[in-house]
């Protein structure tokens, strides 16, 4: 696939590594020579200083060949333009634009983006995208990773195995046979910074990260089943009131009203704009490294601090401090791709990674086939994917016993006219059944292939 990328900051650049790995055709466009040579001289992709809404920049880029245009820019405009120029001038069949401003995102303004105006195929917000991610990380604290796949009605969690997990050192199989009728299935492991999809002969060990597919009705039973059953955190503390601070703190006013949720945020005219705008938060403005504050802010009485600042250090540090001043459990946002290997050692309970938000949110339409969703997980080690089955697909119609699958994918779920199956031998796919299955990132392009369709979908 040819993909031409508009902006080379964390997100593009995480995009480009991506792709490139899986040895698609890149070209990424930044305006900054620093970026665009950090991209040259550490991804196999083509680098080009320039605006990428100018046509003779995109014709440079290769546009008139391009499969798709991807623009996550730093500005809204400039991304919107690029897909329009795209398609206008270049016919790029496919165009992803992120868009902050929420503006622009209203309901009543939906028309804007449709083919006869704006024609953006796919819009991304990581603003909203990473703030429903934090909100179903404060419905179940315990879980590291929260999913939510066909129509919302088959969940994944990771969940790290504790000394006190009562499942561990079980043979997978075993544990089947002690809950004949929970319909979960362990389908990846990542342990010690390795990641694989078990066999049912392997066991769980402590220190394991786990991934949990299961029916949604059945989440609370296997919280409990793991040890790890803890209510919805309700005194919630927030450093940041930025886009993404704002949301949350929005969200949980409409959602969870009996939330009791606190704001800090360091410019006092942010504060005094989010103030007017939330009703039930309380704001404090102030540095969230401030002791004082955060005493003011009854940060021992907390259920769950979460720091979602610009500033990566400023994260950490707030979330150490409250754990230190007696928060319950702390949840940061986490940019550099490297600190998420500190953040446990550091007494950071979860972590959300903007870059891989996004990244997962835009594979779904990378990935050839009948893709309907894709998470990443582990910094891209292995992929959570939903499929739909068409007629052509080699897996309609046989036992899973009897599908060769790869080594590193394992089917979690099945889920076909609203109903949520558990997996057996036994189980046939039938046609448009939407399969979420975890695979190694080695392994994509084969679950690609077992679910191909006819060419005129390519």
Known sequence: MRVVICGAGQVGYGIAERLAAEENDVTIIDTSPRLIGAVRDSLDVRGIVGNGAHPDVLAQAGAEEADMIIAVTLADEVNMVACQVAHSLFNVPTKVARIRAQSYLQAHWRDLFSRTHMPIDVIISPEIEVGEMVMRRLAIPSALDIVRFAEDSVVVLGLRCGEDCPVVDTPLHQLSELFPDLGAVIVGINRQ????????????????????????????????????????????????????????????????????????????????????????????????LDKTLLAEADVDQADTMVAVTNDDEVNILSCV??????????????????????????????????????????????????????????????????????????????????????????????????????????????????????AVANRVRAVEQMFRVSLEFF
């Open 321 to 438: 401090m409250a754990r230190t001043l007696g928060a319950k459990r702390t949840l940061s946002l986490l940019n550099n791709s490297s600190y998420p290997e500190f953040a446990k050692a550091l007494g950071i309970d979860a972590y959300i990674n903007p870059r891989g938000v996004t990244v997962s949110k835009v594979l779904r339409h990378v990935r050839r086939g009948r893709i309907r969703g894709v998470h990443s997980v582990q910094n891209g080690a292995a992929e959570i994917i939903e499929a739909e089955a068409l007629d052509t697909s080699p897996m309609v119609g046989k036992p899973l016993r009897q599908i060769d699958l790869p080594s590193g994918v394992r089917i979690g779920a099945i889920y076909r006219k609203g109903q949520t199956i558990s997996p057996t031998g036994e189980t046939r796919i039938q046609a448009r059944d939407r399969v979420i299955l975890f």
């Open 193 to 288: 910074g390795s990641v694989f999809a078990p066999k049912t002969s392997d066991s769980m060990l402590v220190g394991d990260i786990v991934y949990v597919v299961m029916a949604k009705d059945q989440v609370r039973r296997l919280l409990k089943i793991f040890g790890q059953d803890e209510p919805e955190a309700k005194r919630i503390i927030i450093a940041g009131g930025g886009n993404i601070g704002a949301f949350v703190a929005g969200a949980i006013e409409k959602r969870n009203p009996f939330a009791k949720v606190k704001v800090i945020e360091s410019s006092p005219e942010r504060a005094m704009a989010i103030a007017d705008d939330l009703h039930e938060t309380i704001v404090l403005q102030g540095s969230a």
